[in-house]
């Protein structure tokens, strides 16, 4: 027995989404022993998790508000939140226990002083990503939409749970045995201190020349892997489930064994009234069918004149020469009206005869083929007074979607980058900020589109909103780190001292939310829906990559800007 249809798919996505469910648990419950580890009190642990916790509810009841469910494709959105809620809380609770321990200021003082440093960096940090991800909406795609508006409203939730709710708390918390707790505190600092003097080392001309030297090798694979990019789908059988998955392997036998596949476009020729007893139209559309047959990828290509044509032959004892199209309209008249109308091939006065083009399969190469030969054959069809109307089916609605991705992908990754430009700007009015922030975000961006063509991930409506996401995640460890570093350069510190300073204060906790973002989209790669872990292994490789770029590229390009290009703020810098 093998099942298709679209009701197994929609079967086996719920399946595997409830699976998803469990993943989200999972993640959670390995952040709180990360969280533990690196704030060295379970008590304090619980904050950042809660405050990202009731993110992730406020932003499942505007959405039920709003009148939207949470669709398969956008179940990735509450990871993302939650991951997101930690990392920016985090950093809260890393300031907060600095002056905790290094200036033994009381629980609120030391609040009320980290609210001061971080609440601006942090705001704008989240309101460039409730922005980058609202302008998934130029995607005239709904579920595209659905997912940006989803991602906006748990960033905005963000706001207010991490920069207001989040202080309060810790305000509120009291250190039991505050010497142990300084004792810890010093000792974390104590241990990450070699690596700090380490990466501090490419705010210098002796690693940041080699650094920017890998980034421009980076950069040109990228720029070489851009055109094997495929906009749809890189593989066989339905995209959002596993290649060996019940459905794929079914579907996979039907199309092997039957004319009739799983994958099916339908192109509505529109003509005039009765147009089907018109016998230069009918030959043309029958032209239409041969050629739509005798194009690569295609299995089977039914319309009226085919049937027609065999109705002709069945009248006459199979006899090949009577299996023609007739010109003669009372002859096409009687082989037509013997066609029903539940067969679908005509409205009831043959204005609309669609033809139902069965493809061996849907990778965007395919469909491609297929769209492109229906459209070099429609100056033809205008002649005999017929329009091709492209296209419904499966099939169809993929290669729509397919053409739409490609016309809005540029749009939507350069607004993504021009409002974060816009926000750097105006938080640090510098361009060397702009530079050492925003330069990092397009690498990794080109990075993962020639990641994607490497793997043979496809650019299509599951993975596109992963480019902007993201790129949004990343901006936030640029944006932390380069605050604390602009602080200390107005202080008449090196560049390389100033460095090591952010790194000591703010360096750590940007090292420690990668790793929980990491550590919680690495659970999709195990989930049974295939877009699920492709969207995983994506965000996975573009943390890794912001994390180097904040880390390592941020100061080789700060050197660069202050050494070569005079971009010097305020102060001015001594250079090593």
């Known amino acids: 027995v093998h099942i298709i249809g679209f009701a197994k798919v929609v079967g086996d996505v719920t399946d ?3 699976e998803v469910i469990a993943y989200f648990f999972v993640a959670m419950a390995l952040i709180v022993l990360l969280l533990w580890w690196f704030c060295g009190s379970f008590r304090l642990s619980l904050l950042p998790l809660s405050a990202a916790l009731v993110a992730v509810i406020w932003e499942l009841g505007l959405l039920k508000l709003a009148g939207f469910g949470l669709d398969p494709f956008a ?11 930690v990392s920016h809380g985090v950093q809260y609770v890393n300031g907060w226990a600095n002056e905790v321990a290094e200036h033994g200021m009381t629980p609120l003082d030391a609040s009320i002083q980290t609210f001061r440093r971080l609440a601006i960096p942090g705001t704008v940090a989240i309101l460039t990503d409730v922005i980058g991800f609202a302008t998934l909406a130029f995607i005239q795609i709904d579920i595209v939409r659905e997912m940006a508006l989803n991602a906006a409203m748990g960033m905005a939730a963000i706001i207010i749970t991490n920069k207001v709710m989040l202080p309060i708390c810790l305000s509120w918390v009291r250190v039991g045995d505050l010497a142990a707790f300084k004792q810890r505190h010093h000792a974390r600092q104590a241990g990450g201190e070699a690596v700090w003097r380490r990466i501090a080392v490419f705010a210098t001309a002796k690693a940041a020349l080699p650094c920017l030297l890998v980034c421009l090798m980076a950069l040109g694979w990228a720029i070489h892997m851009y055109p094997k990019l495929i906009i749809g789908d890189a593989q066989i059988g339905v995209p959002e489930l596993k290649a060996d998955g019940r459905y794929n392997r079914d579907s996979a036998v039907v199309a092997g064994n039957f004319s ?8 509505i020729v529109e003509t005039k009234q009765y147009g089907c007893l018109d016998g230069a139209a009918m030959a043309t559309l029958d032209d239409f069918v041969w050629q739509m047959q005798n194009t690569e990828g295609v299995t089977l290509a039914i319309a009226l004149p085919n049937v027609a044509r065999e109705v002709r032959g069945l009248y006459n004892e199979q006899a090949p020469k009577w299996k023609v199209l007739s010109r003669n309209q009372d002859v096409l008249a009687s082989l037509i009206g013997r066609v029903p109308s539940a067969a679908g091939l005509a409205n009831l006065d043959c204005s609309r005869m669609p033809v139902f083009i069965f493809t061996a399969d849907h990778k965007a190469t395919t469909l491609a083929r297929v769209i492109q030969a229906s459209k070099d054959f429609e100056p033809r069809a205008q002649e005999a007074g017929l329009h091709l109307a492209l296209a419904s089916g499966n099939a169809g609605v993929m290669a729509a979607t397919n053409e739409e991705i490609k016309a809005r992908e540029w749009v939507v990754i350069v607004w993504v980058h021009l409002t974060l430009l816009v926000f750097v700007w105006l938080s640090f009015r510098s361009l060397a900020s702009v530079i050492c922030i925003i330069t990092p975000l397009v690498l990794c ?3 993962t589109y020639g990641f994607m063509a490497l793997i043979g991930i496809g650019m299509k409506a599951a993975t596109l909103p992963v480019a902007a996401f993201g790129v949004g995640i990343g901006v936030d460890d640029g944006i932390y780190l380069w605050g604390v570093l602009a602080y200390y ?6 560049l390389k001292e100033a460095y090591a300073q952010a790194l000591r204060s703010t ?3 940007v090292l420690f939310t990668s790793l929980t973002l990491i550590v919680s989209v690495a659970m999709w790669l195990f989930s049974g829906l295939q877009f699920q872990a492709d969207m995983g292994l994506l965000l996975v490789f573009m943390f890794i990559a912001n994390l180097f770029g904040a880390l390592l590229m941020l100061p080789a390009l700060a050197w660069l800007c202050f050494r070569f290009l005079a971009m010097k703020p305020q102060g001015g810098i001594a250079i090593q």
């Open 489 to 494: 350069l107005g202080r008449d510190f090196t």
């Open 445 to 447: 961006s080109l990075l």
């Open 75 to 85: 179940i990735l959105v509450p990871f993302l939140i939650l991951s997101i809620g």
């Open 507 to 509: 360096g750590k906790a």
């Open 260 to 267: 009739l596949g799983v994958d099916i476009l339908k192109v």
């Open 16 to 18: 595997a989404s409830l």
